[in-house]
């Protein structure tokens, strides 16, 4: 697999988490609910994930030795749905069912319901645990897989995140890959405002874990933090990429603003959004 | 002479047996010494993870295993799994992944630790949840049979095991054992008593008062709370007109409740129902216990009374 990566160039990357973009704020604009902010901030993050590291499989979305994904910010589902479509797991069309009864697209991801889904989430604190898990039977089944998990910053105010961060380095999980979308949103405010977080690297260094800092919407670094991840140097235990990125991120209005954590736009600000994605004529 | 022994010896017995299954792993969370899933580990180290005293994140440890193929078999304190409640109703019974629970020193029965060890609540909080089984047997016998019916279940389970020895009644009657079906261990007519846990022995021994008054008392094993046994309940009503439920668990949401959702969406029929009334415990020991908080042999017996009076 080395070295594959690096024959999707960047701008093709780039332009695959635009089209994702659009489709989160179709999506959220539709239903006129769900989070587009955190679906924009993780969105450059989840582009560059799948379309150079994860090796799966999209017509054979339970291939048993595929690596698993984990969304533990099962909240920001719109993302999600949006690369899986890209990536042929659902169709472009399955989106439309965001919401709505019956749908793939559930409000949060949903492994009983939509291909491509590996973990059940909505609630917080729970993905790590369950990414630990997968980490633990695919070195069970002597297979090189990995589990890679995406949690939020908001999230990590949850205690069992810190149950699984010293457990996963006390069994020297090296095939589990966190990705931390460090947007400094949740949903009532500014994290710094909820609960300080003081040093974030510096606590999971002392857990125990390989930690790298990157800006979460510049696919140059990107691609390096992804490089980081999966490193042989870093397979001594887990690792967690911090990626700084921007709630909201590629929305003017969207952008650090916490009412758009969990919040549709109108007619107005959808037609601004598409053309500031490049989708519509100013 | 009546051979004693406590449920948690059956699961940690049960577990070793399993282990020809490369498949079952167990989960621990410090109190593997207790729960007995420490004769596993020892055996097999590699199939052992170690969760630490962390029961959130060891459920969901499971749930991943579970997701990849793996038969989780996650153990501690039956009190301490209701603090990983919601990881079980998110993470484990919606997506329904087969991890298999074991809560270990249940009820008052758990004696001097005191009321913060006693689970008294546990039967209601799983029986709550869809997908999930839940089982509360009475010896080490059952226990152990019904463990080792777990891998073949398909889905997730709670069984509450006991840390004091109890009469074992099931000695050579292994195959009588099978998740989801009652056992009748005494016939009668007048009175059904039906009986979990360690309350199946005081069970026994209230129907041999009432016998020697002269009223004829079926003794039923209900080991397994979910799925309840519907068509045992429906012939014990045919049967006796009258039931007791005996449990040491509160007498809300428990094995009583259990009975009461079957009979009022039924075959009506006077229920008393004996359990823990709604209250915390305390330290004491073990038989002292049952008497304090009135769940002995002889208020089953004046329960059943109370039952046949109401016909």
């Known amino acids: 697999m080395a070295g594959e990566h690096m024959s999707v160039r960047i701008e093709e990357i780039e332009e695959m988490a635009r089209k994702c973009r659009v489709e989160i704020v179709k999506m959220v604009y539709r239903a006129q609910a769900g989070h587009p902010g955190g679906s924009l901030s993780e969105i450059d993050l989840l582009a560059a994930l799948y379309a150079t590291r994860m090796r799966v499989r999209p017509d054979d979305p339970k291939w048993a030795d595929r690596d698993r994904f984990i969304l533990s910010k099962g909240h920001a589902s719109p993302g999600m749905y949006a690369i899986l479509a890209e990536m042929g797991f659902i169709s472009h069309e399955d989106l439309k069912s965001y919401r709505v009864l019956g749908g793939v697209c559930q409000g949060h991801v949903d492994m009983k319901w939509c291909p491509g889904v590996d973990f059940s989430a909505g609630s917080l604190g729970m993905g790590l645990s369950f990414g630990m898990g997968c980490a633990i039977a695919a070195k069970l089944d002597k297979s090189d897989r990995r589990a890679f998990v995406m949690i939020g910053d908001g999230e990590m105010q949850e205690g069992s995140v810190w149950e699984a961060a010293m457990a996963a380095a006390h069994h020297e999980l090296g095939n589990l890959k966190v990705i931390l979308d460090r947007n400094r949103i949740q949903n009532d405010d500014f994290c710094e405002a909820q609960m300080r977080m003081f040093d974030i690297p510096a606590k999971w260094r002392s857990f125990g874990w390989n930690v790298k800092e990157i800006d979460g919407h510049n696919m140059t670094e990107v691609m390096e933090g992804l490089d980081f991840l999966e490193a042989e140097e870093n397979s001594n235990g887990p690792s967690i990429l911090i990626a700084h990125t921007i709630k909201g991120g590629g929305i003017s209005y969207m952008e650090n603003n916490p009412s758009f954590h969990g919040a549709a736009p109108n007619e107005e600000q959808f037609k601004l959004a598409m053309i500031e994605l490049g989708e519509a004529e100013a | ?311």
Not at chain 2, 161 to 170: D, E, F, G, H, Q
Not at chain 2, 271 to 279: A, S, Y
């Open chain 2, 1 to 311: 002479m009546t051979r004693m022994a406590a449920t948690r010896d059956g699961y940690g017995q049960a577990l070793l047996d399993l282990a020809d299954n490369p498949k079952v792993v167990v989960l621990e969370a410090d109190l593997g010494k207790s729960t007995k899933s420490l004769h596993f580990r020892k055996a097999h180290p590699e199939r052992t993870v170690s969760c630490g005293i962390g029961e959130q994140n060891m459920l969901l440890v499971g749930a991943g295993l579970a997701s990849a193929g793996y038969i989780p078999f996650a153990s501690t304190f039956a009190i301490f799994t209701e603090r990983a409640f919601e990881q079980m109703r998110n993470g484990v019974a919606r997506p329904n992944l087969p991890v298999h629970l074991c809560g270990s020193h249940g009820g008052t029965h758990t004696g001097t630790d005191g009321s913060s060890a006693q689970s008294i609540e546990d039967l209601a909080v799983f029986r709550t949840l869809p997908n999930v089984v839940v089982m509360h047997p009475c010896d080490d016998v059952s226990t152990r049979a019904l463990t080792m019916q777990l891998p073949a279940l398909g889905q997730p389970s709670y069984m509450r095991t006991a840390r004091n020895k109890t009469p074992v009644l099931y000695d050579g009657r292994e195959n009588e054992i099978q998740i989801g079906k009652g056992i009748v261990l005494q016939d009668g007519h007048d009175v059904g008593i039906i009986a979990c846990g360690v309350l199946v022995s005081e069970a026994i021994k209230a129907a041999e008062q009432l016998a020697s008054q002269g009223i004829s008392a079926c003794v039923v094993d209900m080991h397994t709370l979910k799925p309840i046994d519907g068509d045992l309940i429906d012939k014990l009503v045919a049967q006796c007109g009258a039931l007791v439920t005996a449990e040491d668990h509160n007498i809300i949401g428990g094995l009583g409740g259990a009975v009461a959702e079957h009979l009022v969406s039924n075959t009506p029929a006077p229920l008393e129902r004996v359990g823990v009334q709604d209250r915390f415990g305390e330290s004491g020991q073990s038989d002292e216990m049952l008497e304090v908080m009135q769940i002995s042999a002889p208020y089953i017996a004046a329960a059943a009374q109370r039952a046949i009076n109401r016909k």
